[in-house]
């Protein structure tokens, strides 16, 4: 995961110091206009970025001295010898822009103009909020090149947007839509009975899921004063009983997860190596004694949606954090309630919601449940207006120190769009991800990385819940693939193709 192969460059030359890189482009690269992509346009588009892009691609950028176009086909980049390997891989992906379109169009304008782009797709019909496609350019200029061979194989790749998972799941069986990927394991396990499924039409089974980091869990807003102390958020996790979710509404298809690393080398084990000890101890005074022992897992339930001993725990915590009861709820020493709003999107998460409330009105939590659509839901999420928020991510099999700077480094905090949802300020967390972005090697990267989960799961910034091991897939049977996925991605739109035999036996020819 390491590697990655040219496309626009043709040859890159890396400096003696690894700070400079000279890149010649390809001649044949050109926009869908027919215009050709010069090293004006890679200049363009890095020093846009930097001053104007998303953070996810600025603070990568802020290795970046200079970058300059020596000639129509050649670009020097210079970056100031901080960076990681991985900082120079994330660089390297990011896409190049038109420097003439973005001239006569604003970069920062909300607009329905398709961007111009320079890849096997072009942008092609839209219906604002439903529908958009793309179209398979004929001539591109790529098409040939060996790291294509095999791709990018649809002609035209519709996706359409539900306001539900129910609606989209209602048109995927009457066949308005091909493939689907199912997230909720009640439909997965009785929602596939429909007659185009028993015909043979459509297609339901497991592929295999990724070998990177998979992380689902909850954050607690600490910019809000009553989840800073670590005793209310474990008292909160106890309240999250995964044994009796996983039977009584996961159909026993997810696993509990342990950590933000979840099924990958970088999840830490047993007790603290001595190199990752050798990173832990200069913060022994900021971080919590368990990190230094075995690493942390939440609690196992009796599996009844009500463990006793679990909540008594969790009304202990909670005592010693200072909520004291006062009829049917705990309350702090000016009289105020824990109030804990949960935001939901969809059914299906209200439903996973909703047994982790009660456990929490249990013992005297004030907490509800709010279901909003999904730009309301993106955008308090952006703006970190929320009490509990549910994070479904994957930082890539070898993560960037900008990948964990957005859901982990103290700056990310006051930041609004990114990820680090708690709200997470810890100068120990910071060394950690400066650490690993400082290894030289696969080792000490697994080493930073080890260290950093035991830290986030003794101080609880995140309650890991659960992941699943496969990608459950439905999907018409008009398909062809190989059988054996990547090991880290699943690009069925760029792998798969139309097969018009199985088409006609189906009638989608």
Same mark, same amino acid.
């Given at each position: !995961?390491?590697?990655?192969?040219?496309?626009?460059?043709?040859?890159?030359?890396?400096?003696?110091?690894?700070?400079?890189?000279?890149?010649?482009?390809?001649?044949?690269?050109?926009?869908? @206009?027919?215009?050709?992509?010069?090293?004006?346009?890679?200049?363009?588009?890095?020093?846009?970025?930097?001053?104007?892009?998303? !953070?996810?691609?600025?603070? /990568?950028?802020?290795?970046?001295?200079?970058?300059?176009?020596?000639?129509? &086909?050649?670009?020097?980049?210079?970056?100031?010898?901080?960076?990681?390997?991985? $900082?120079?891989?994330?660089?390297?992906?990011? =896409?190049?822009?038109?420097?003439?379109?973005? &001239?006569?169009?604003?970069?920062?304008?909300?607009?329905?103009? !398709?961007?111009?782009?320079?890849?096997?797709?072009?942008?092609?019909?839209?219906?604002?909020?439903?529908?958009?496609?793309?179209?398979?350019?004929?001539?591109?200029?790529?098409?040939?090149?060996?790291?294509?061979?095999?791709?990018?194989?649809? @002609?035209?790749?519709?996706?359409?947007?539900?306001?539900?998972?129910?609606?989209?799941?209602?048109?995927?069986?009457?066949?308005?839509?091909?493939?689907?990927?199912?997230?909720?394991?009640?439909?997965?396990?009785?929602?596939?009975?429909? !007659?185009?499924?028993?015909?043979?039409?459509?297609?339901?089974?497991?592929?295999?899921?990724?070998?990177?980091?998979?992380?689902?869990?909850?954050?607690? $807003?600490?910019?809000?004063?009553?989840?800073?102390?670590?005793?209310?958020?474990?008292?909160?996790?106890?309240?999250?009983?995964?044994?009796?979710?996983?039977? /009584?509404?996961?159909?026993?298809?997810?696993?509990?997860?342990?950590? $933000?690393?979840?099924?990958?080398?970088?999840?830490?084990?047993?007790?603290?190596? =001595?190199?990752?000890?050798?990173?832990?101890?200069?913060?022994?005074?900021?971080?919590?004694?368990?990190?230094?022992?075995? /690493?942390?897992?939440?609690?196992?339930? @009796?599996?009844?949606?009500?463990?006793?001993?679990?909540?008594?725990?969790?009304?202990?915590?909670?005592?010693?954090?200072?909520?004291?009861?006062?009829?049917?709820?705990?309350?702090?020493?000016?009289?105020?309630?824990?109030?804990?709003?949960?935001?939901?999107?969809?059914?299906?998460?209200?439903?996973?919601?909703?047994?982790?409330?009660?456990?929490?009105?249990?013992?005297?939590?004030?907490?509800?449940?709010?279901?909003?659509?999904? /730009?309301?839901?993106?955008?308090?999420?952006?703006?970190?207006?929320?009490?509990?928020?549910?994070?479904?991510?994957?930082?890539?099999?070898?993560? &960037?120190?900008?990948?964990?700077?957005?859901?982990?480094?103290?700056?990310?905090?006051?930041?609004?769009?990114?990820? $680090?949802?708690?709200?997470?300020?810890?100068?120990?967390?910071?060394?950690?991800?400066?650490?690993?972005?400082?290894?030289? @090697?696969?080792?000490?990267?697994?080493?930073?990385?080890?260290?950093?989960?035991?830290?986030?799961?003794?101080?609880?910034?995140?309650?890991?819940?659960?992941?699943?091991?496969?990608?459950?897939?439905?999907?018409?049977?008009?398909?062809?693939?190989?059988?054996?996925?990547?090991?880290?991605?699943?690009?069925?739109?760029?792998?798969?193709?139309?097969?018009?035999?199985?088409?006609?036996?189906?009638?989608?020819?």
């Amino acid at each position: !995961p390491d590697a990655v192969y040219g496309l626009l460059a043709e040859t890159v030359t890396l400096s003696p110091d690894r700070n400079g890189f000279r890149f010649v482009l390809r001649p044949q690269a050109r926009f869908h @206009d027919g215009s050709p992509l010069t090293a004006q346009d890679v200049v363009f588009a890095l020093k846009l970025y930097k001053d104007k892009g998303h !953070p996810n691609l600025s603070q /990568a950028l802020r290795y970046m001295t200079d970058v300059v176009a020596v000639d129509p &086909t050649t670009v020097d980049l210079t970056l100031n010898g901080k960076q990681s390997a991985q $900082n120079v891989l994330a660089i390297v992906g990011m =896409p190049i822009v038109s420097k003439a379109f973005y &001239t006569a169009n604003d970069f920062d304008a909300s607009t329905m103009t !398709p961007p111009l782009g320079s890849g096997p797709y072009k942008i092609g019909r839209v219906s604002a909020g439903q529908t958009v496609e793309y179209d398979r350019v004929a001539d591109y200029w790529g098409r040939d090149l060996p790291v294509n061979r095999g791709l990018y194989n649809f @002609d035209r790749i519709r996706i359409d947007f539900y306001l539900d998972r129910q609606a989209a799941f209602e048109a995927f069986k009457k066949g308005d839509t091909h493939f689907r990927e199912e997230f909720t394991s009640r439909v997965w396990a009785t929602g596939y009975d429909f !007659p185009a499924l028993k015909d043979g039409k459509v297609l339901k089974r497991e592929f295999p899921g990724e070998k990177t980091p998979d992380m689902q869990s909850v954050a607690l $807003n600490q910019r809000r004063p009553q989840f800073r102390d670590e005793r209310v958020r474990r008292a909160i996790a106890r309240c999250f009983d995964f044994e009796w979710m996983k039977r /009584a509404l996961f159909y026993g298809s997810y696993e509990r997860s342990q950590s $933000n690393f979840e099924r990958s080398d970088y999840k830490a084990e047993g007790l603290p190596s =001595p190199d990752e000890l050798a990173l832990l101890e200069p913060f022994r005074a900021e971080l919590p004694p368990e990190v230094f022992g075995e /690493a942390v897992t939440q609690p196992l339930s @009796d599996g009844s949606g009500h463990d006793r001993k679990l909540l008594g725990e969790a009304s202990r915590l909670l005592a010693q954090a200072g909520w004291k009861r006062d009829g049917s709820f705990v309350v702090n020493d000016k009289g105020e309630r824990l109030r804990v709003e949960m935001l939901a999107e969809d059914d299906g998460i209200v439903r996973i919601y909703t047994p982790w409330s009660e456990n929490m009105k249990a013992i005297g939590i004030d907490a509800s449940i709010r279901q909003i659509d999904s /730009a309301q839901y993106e955008q308090r999420h952006s703006n970190y207006d929320f009490d509990l928020a549910l994070l479904h991510w994957s930082i890539g099999a070898t993560p &960037t120190d900008d990948s964990l700077q957005m859901l982990y480094d103290s700056r990310m905090a006051k930041i609004p769009g990114q990820r $680090n949802y708690p709200g997470t300020e810890s100068k120990a967390i910071d060394a950690l991800i400066a650490a690993a972005a400082k290894a030289k @090697d696969r080792i000490e990267l697994v080493t930073a990385l080890r260290a950093l989960d035991r830290v986030l799961r003794a101080r609880l910034d995140w309650i890991p819940t659960y992941y699943l091991a496969n990608h459950r897939v439905a999907y018409w049977d008009m398909f062809g693939f190989v059988e054996q996925k990547p090991d880290f991605g699943f690009p069925v739109e760029t792998l798969w193709w139309f097969d018009k035999g199985k088409a006609a036996r189906i009638g989608k020819g």
